[in-house]
């Protein structure tokens, strides 16, 4: 397998196809290792366009930039790492079961553009994650994707996003969950464990008609965009 040595000694193995696309496979790090990496968009003139399944699986590495040329990350590929922040590629098309799950130092997660979907437990049990920001062309959340990341206070939906799956968001520490579209597919399960929380929605929408049987304890507050003032702007920084 190849290997592509980068200005700070870490190699990377690769393969490439007919196309000349590369998939990074696995990282080796040279002695005294070091604390971050930054992927380059090209090698030898070929284009990085996937991270394989594990391949920084366990990794000891703080911080990996991801170029902008990836679309795919594979099952497992950040699995247990010692990541710390990702900025998520713009043209992100998959990211796969698993792939930054037991990443227990990862506190912020940015999404640079796509993809559509997250997919099943793809950052369970990020102990330490207080921050996530999605992208605008997210639509779905499978089971598990954010379960027990118990450091996650608050969340907001942008206008986007169609269906969260069950136990997406279960055992977090949410306390304040934001809905700026008036549409989305929730189920009893999509939030469970969180036991006190705030949901903020547009007004009209059907969140905001049917919240008592979308969100049926009482200890749940809700609060519509058009009371909250200045908070609106806030939350929805970033996002149109």
Same mark, same amino acid.
């Given at each position: 397998?190849?290997?592509?040595?980068?200005?700070?000694?870490?190699?990377?193995?690769?393969?490439?196809?007919?196309?000349?696309?590369?998939?990074?496979?696995?990282?080796?790090?040279?002695?005294?290792?070091?604390?971050?990496?930054?992927?380059?968009?090209?090698?030898?003139?070929?284009?990085?366009?996937?991270?394989?399944?594990?391949?920084? !699986?366990?990794?000891?590495?703080?911080?990996?930039?991801?170029?902008?040329?990836? !679309?795919?990350?594979?099952?497992?590929?950040?699995?247990?790492?010692?990541?710390?922040?990702?900025?998520?590629?713009?043209?992100?098309?998959?990211?796969?079961?698993?792939?930054?799950?037991?990443?227990?130092?990862?506190?912020?997660?940015?999404?640079?553009?796509?993809?559509?979907?997250?997919?099943?437990?793809?950052?369970?049990?990020?102990?330490?994650?207080?921050?996530?920001?999605?992208?605008?062309?997210?639509?779905?959340?499978?089971?598990?994707?954010?379960?027990?990341?118990?450091?996650?206070?608050?969340?907001?939906?942008?206008?986007?996003?169609?269906?969260?799956?069950?136990?997406?968001?279960?055992?977090?520490?949410?306390?304040?969950?934001?809905?700026?579209?008036?549409?989305?597919?929730?189920?009893? !399960?999509?939030?469970?464990?969180?036991?006190?929380?705030?949901?903020?929605?547009?007004?009209?929408?059907?969140?905001?008609?049917?919240?008592?049987?979308?969100?049926?304890?009482?200890?749940?507050?809700?609060?519509?965009?058009?009371?909250?003032?200045?908070?609106?702007?806030?939350?929805?920084?970033?996002?149109?």
């Amino acid at each position: 397998m190849p290997g592509y040595i980068l200005p700070n000694g870490a190699q990377l193995n690769y393969t490439f196809d007919k196309a000349g696309l590369i998939t990074i496979h696995s990282v080796i790090l040279p002695k005294p290792a070091p604390t971050s990496i930054s992927i380059p968009s090209q090698i030898d003139n070929m284009m990085v366009d996937e991270i394989a399944d594990d391949c920084f !699986r366990d990794s000891l590495l703080q911080k990996i930039e991801l170029p902008n040329t990836v !679309r795919y990350i594979g099952n497992n590929a950040f699995c247990n790492s010692s990541i710390r922040e990702i900025i998520l590629p713009k043209y992100l098309v998959s990211l796969d079961s698993f792939a930054f799950a037991y990443c227990n130092n990862l506190t912020d997660v940015i999404f640079g553009g796509g993809p559509k979907r997250i997919a099943h437990g793809c950052f369970q049990e990020c102990l330490s994650l207080k921050n996530v920001r999605f992208s605008n062309d997210l639509e779905f959340i499978a089971h598990a994707a954010f379960m027990g990341c118990s450091s996650l206070n608050s969340i907001v939906f942008p206008k986007s996003i169609d269906s969260i799956a069950n136990d997406a968001f279960s055992f977090c520490g949410l306390k304040t969950i934001s809905f700026l579209g008036d549409k989305i597919s929730l189920f009893n !399960r999509t939030f469970y464990g969180n036991p006190r929380f705030t949901v903020h929605c547009v007004r009209g929408s059907p969140m905001d008609m049917h919240f008592d049987s979308i969100f049926p304890s009482g200890s749940i507050k809700k609060c519509n965009f058009s009371d909250i003032g200045s908070f609106l702007e806030d939350i929805t920084d970033g996002y149109s």
